[in-house]
């Protein structure tokens, strides 16, 4: 975002500091650097695009760098970009780069969730980059329902429509500020969208200050015996500063000692001054630019009254500025525009018709005919108001959602997480029979217990602890849990554990115990388990940011898996082949056919420049994952072929057992099909069993330590 | 369960051809799936293969938890009543020999010899050749007392038949002496198999009164039997 120059940028400091002080590492990323160091006062990790303001030449050095840097992925974004917004132009051009500049941050930093501020082409960008790997929260303001703002402007209808909605749904959750959600909760389900409000550091606006209300004044210049109302904001229109130049104006022709305190920017204040003096109240208008806290709260504690009067779509929220002023302690008044009615309680001031510059004159002389003690009492009510508003108590809340969100990301189960969550809805409120007669053949789930017949071929005895890894939706720790001790089910999402869970319960088992989290930061004991299974996932734990070749994060995660192996305990893999003759017609891991057959280099250039990413869902031939599993430190490896897959082992077949294969063909195969007649007559030849085996669909591995 | 396996082998190192070879196993399981309680449903086989032998040796019965045991026991002493009725004769050998019933209150399985056929070809040839056998055994067992003159397999699909050579073997021995209705087998046989209704019919023609008078039964339209054959079956679906 821009330099903390403004509100927004000044809130997301606010939250960082809460969040650095409630233990949590904060990363902010700025276009630019701030003169002033202390602006970045949240003690956060800091990340600037530009070393100091960028002039266009330092745009397209910007632009040209990163381009070089990963042209894959630039022509990705650009391209995905255009995808759903038809317009090309500068922005997206140069926002391109900005996402190749972003991947390398987020390299950096590793973050678990990211809050993005505004959903601009910058938000899209950021998303593109880490679609499926970390979870994104959007904050948005007036850009998705003001039609004036920035990319709405060039969009028809229907393309809006068609923008938005892609565009959201790339958030895990979307913030709408107050009357900004109006947007969101046009193209996203309700329970995406969380309506909320702006913060503001209640406890330093409460602080008591040695200095009398007159002392003050004459820090700032300001006349004492005048009744000063107040305004903080940007010198932009749609601030509304000139409203209350206006009301002031009518008031002066009254007679009344009248004026008005405007805190702005450092750009705009020219054409405030300008209208100051054609409205001839130059004399009562006092400008301020650039306030630091502390000179905003003094000046807060000597005016007399505070105003939000903005009359566009835009800047009607509780803002910052507002809620500090409230929090200082002061009576204010606000057009009845979004949010801003919401300020007043009917103790605390007054809110008037948006753009009824009149009503604003007369409500201020309310103000002013009303004696001090009443004054002090809705100064008060003021404050009472804003200190539901207070960071530390925001900060949790939005603590709290982003944990949700991280919990339930990573989805790679065959169900969409919304199906799911659905599905779940109709377990606790129906029961088990409503869910299989509505989901039937739905999920990757049934009550067959044929997914762990591979334990056949493993000396399980009753007394085995288990750890399943990728857990899933149970359809190997639900029919282990029958057999052996205990079943610690992991997986990284609490949406799937939370069904595993449902089942486990159903069932009458008792011994199974759940754990959200990936293997890497796997929280067990070394040496706790007697069987460790990897079921569908060795190949996706190289898509992870831990680890910068894929091949190390799946040795790291097998090396895990022997440390917490008891001695001479199993590891059980299901895997597919690398080199799987039915991966012709089929989607690989990467979400591109043939992918696994090309060499490394060559899939890792094709999809990067197909999908935007690196290739990082490694599979392997039987050789393949011997050699991992040896480098890993796994002496005794047996191999076999599950047929028709690792996900059904109906039949396991002993791989160096060719006689095994062949009878297996003959006899326990479908005879039917063409596929299957043509092994059936194959298998006739040594030669040929040892192709079909090579070309096989995929491995049950068991490995000991 | 593959320890007590490999621990009962070796006491018995005569069930194999060369007791010294290595052994692996071939595992095979049928859908636990279907109504009622899934897990107790289908069977676990593991086929063990010394090195070196195209066809396994020994075939292991089992189930995936305790509880669904009764199944196990059921077909070893099915097989051991189907063996009673043709002990002494050549029709023996059309079956699996049982070996070991294992069973430590926490575990089941049973242990047979392995019937080396392949899966019977549903050609004319191949239909020609079961059936012939198969009246041949049971027009054996109508010569026998009563408690087997009509014993029927119980589930001859032709699934559950394996052919090698003249060799017919009959397999998975659940339903062994659950029917006494002659003819069922062979309704179940013929049915089952993917016929056109007029190639069926013409089979039905061709074996059934050959197939009574081979057992000595006096059946006027064997296709009154029909409904009775379906009642059966149906009875066995639903315990399937």
């Avoid at chain 1, 200190?387 to 900060?395: E, F, G, M, V, Y």
């Avoid at chain 2, 050549?90 to 242990?111: C, E, H, R, W």
């Amino acid at each position: 975002m821009p330099p903390p120059y403004a509100g927004v940028q000044n809130v997301s400091l606010l939250y960082g500091r809460t969040w650095k002080k409630l233990g949590h590492e904060v990363g902010i990323t700025f276009v630019y650097k701030p003169e002033n160091a202390d602006d970045l006062g949240a003690n956060a990790e800091y990340f600037f695009e530009y070393k100091s303001r960028p002039d266009k030449f330092k745009k397209l050095l910007f632009l040209v760098k990163y381009f070089f840097k990963n042209p894959f992925l630039y022509f990705h974004l650009l391209r995905s970009y255009l995808k759903v917004c038809p317009r090309l132009n500068l922005e997206v051009i140069l926002y391109s780069a900005y996402g190749v500049y972003m991947k390398g941050v987020i390299a950096t930093f590793k973050p678990d969730v990211i809050l993005a501020q505004a959903a601009l082409i910058k938000t899209f960008m950021i998303c593109e980059v880490v679609k499926n790997k970390i979870p994104v929260v959007f904050n948005t303001y007036a850009e998705v329902h003001d039609l004036k703002m920035g990319i709405n402007k060039n969009l028809t209808e229907a393309q809006r429509a068609k923008y938005w909605k892609y565009f959201l749904n790339m958030s895990s959750l979307v913030i709408g500020m107050d009357n900004c959600s109006v947007g969101p909760l046009m193209y996203l389900p309700p329970e995406r969208v969380k309506v909320f409000y702006d913060t503001c550091d209640y406890t330093f606006y409460r602080k008591e200050l040695s200095e009398t209300k007159e002392e003050l004044r004459n820090s700032f210049a300001l006349p004492q015996d005048q009744f000063l109302v107040a305004m903080t904001g940007a010198f932009h229109y749609r601030k509304g500063h000139d409203q209350l130049i206006k009301a002031i104006a009518i008031l002066k022709k009254q007679n009344l000692n009248v004026g008005a305190v405007i805190i702005g920017g450092n750009i705009g204040l020219e054409k405030w001054q300008d209208l100051a003096k054609t409205e001839d109240v130059l004399d009562r208008v006092y400008f301020f630019q650039n306030f630091s806290e502390n000179e905003k709260l003094r000046m807060y504690r000597c005016v007399d009254a505070y105003a939000n009067l903005s009359n566009s779509p835009r800047s009607c929220g509780l803002d910052l500025a507002l809620l500090e002023a409230m929090s200082s302690g002061v009576p204010i008044i606000v057009y009845d525009n979004g949010a801003l009615p919401s300020a007043v309680n009917g103790k605390n001031g007054f809110v008037v018709p948006t753009s009824d510059v009149g009503a604003v004159a007369s409500a201020i002389r309310k103000l002013y005919e009303k004696s001090p003690e009443e004054r002090t009492e809705m100064s008060m009510e003021s404050s009472k108001i804003a200190s539901k508003t207070d960071i530390n108590l925001t900060a949790k809340i939005k603590l709290d959602w982003f944990n949700e969100v991280i919990a339930s990301f990573r989805y790679w189960g065959k169900a969409s997480k919304e199906e799911l969550e659905k599905a779940l809805a109709v377990i606790e409120r129906e029961g088990w029979d409503a869910f299989l007669a509505r989901y039937e053949n739905e999920f990757d789930f049934t009550f067959e217990e044929n997914r762990a017949d591979w334990r056949f071929i493993i000396p399980i005895t009753k007394n085995f602890k288990v750890l399943d890894a990728g857990a899933g939706l149970g359809r190997i720790s639900i029919p282990l849990a029958r057999v052996v001790q205990s079943v610690v089910a992991l997986d990284q999402s609490s949406l799937r554990i939370k069904f595993l869970k449902l089942r486990a319960e159903k069932e009458g088992l008792k011994n199974i115990e759940v754990c959200v989290g990936d293997i890497f930061d796997a929280p067990f004991e070394k040496e706790s388990f007697d069987l460790i299974v990897m079921n569908g996932l060795l190949e996706w734990v190289g898509a992870t940011d831990h680890f910068r070749d894929p091949r190390e994060a799946q040795l790291e995660s097998l090396r895990i898996c022997k440390t917490l192996l008891k001695k001479d305990g199993f590891l059980y893999i299901g895997i597919e082949n690398r080199f799987a003759l039915s991966n012709l017609s089929a989607i690989d891991h990467s979400g591109l056919r043939f992918t696994s057959f090309l060499p490394r280099i060559l899939t890792n250039i094709y999809t990067r420049l197909r999908k935007g990413k690196r290739y990082d869902t490694y599979t392997y031939t039987k050789n393949g994952y011997q050699k991992l599993l040896q480098e890993s430190g796994f002496s005794k490896i047996d191999f076999y072929l599950p047929y028709p897959g690792y996900n059904l082992p109906r039949v396991m077949i002993p791989y160096e057992n060719l006689d095994a294969l062949a009878y297996a063909v003959r006899s326990l195969m479908s005879s039917l099909g063409t596929k299957r007649k043509v092994a059936r007559f194959l298998a006739q030849w040594p030669g040929m069993l040892r192709l079909y085996r090579y070309l096989f669909f995929s491995f049950g591995i068991v490995a000991r330590k | 369960m593959i320890t007590q396996i490999k621990q009962i082998i070796g006491e018995h190192p005569e069930w194999l051809r060369s007791p010294e070879s290595s052994l692996s196993f071939l595992k095979a399981s049928t859908p636990a799936s279907g109504v009622g309680k899934w897990t107790e449903k289908g069977k676990v086989l593991l086929f063990v293969f010394e090195e070196g032998e195209r066809l396994p040796t020994l075939c292991i019965k089992t189930v995936r938890v305790y509880s669904a045991g009764d199944v196990i026991r059921c077909n070893y002493d099915n097989l051991q009543l189907l063996r009673d009725g043709v002990v002494g004769s050549t029709y023996i050998q059309m079956f699996a020999k049982p070996l070991y019933l294992y069973n430590d209150g926490d575990l089941v399985f049973s242990i047979e010899t392995i019937c080396p056929g392949t899966k019977f070809s549903q050609d004319a040839r191949s239909v020609e050749l079961v059936v012939e056998k198969y009246i041949a055994w049971q027009s054996h067992l109508a010569k026998k007392t009563k408690k087997f003159r009509i014993l029927q397999h119980g589930d001859m699909t032709p699934d559950n038949v394996l052919v090698s050579g003249q060799n017919v073997y009959l397999v998975d021995y659940d339903y062994v002496g659950t029917s006494y209705l002659p003819g069922f087998d062979l309704f179940n046989f013929l049915s089952k198999i993917k016929l056109s209704p007029e190639a069926l019919h013409t089979y039905y023609e061709q074996y059934f009164p050959r197939y009574f008078k081979a057992i000595g039964a006096q059946v006027k339209s064997y296709s009154d039997l029909f409904p009775l054959y379906n009642i059966e079956e149906s009875k066995r679906k639903a315990k399937k």
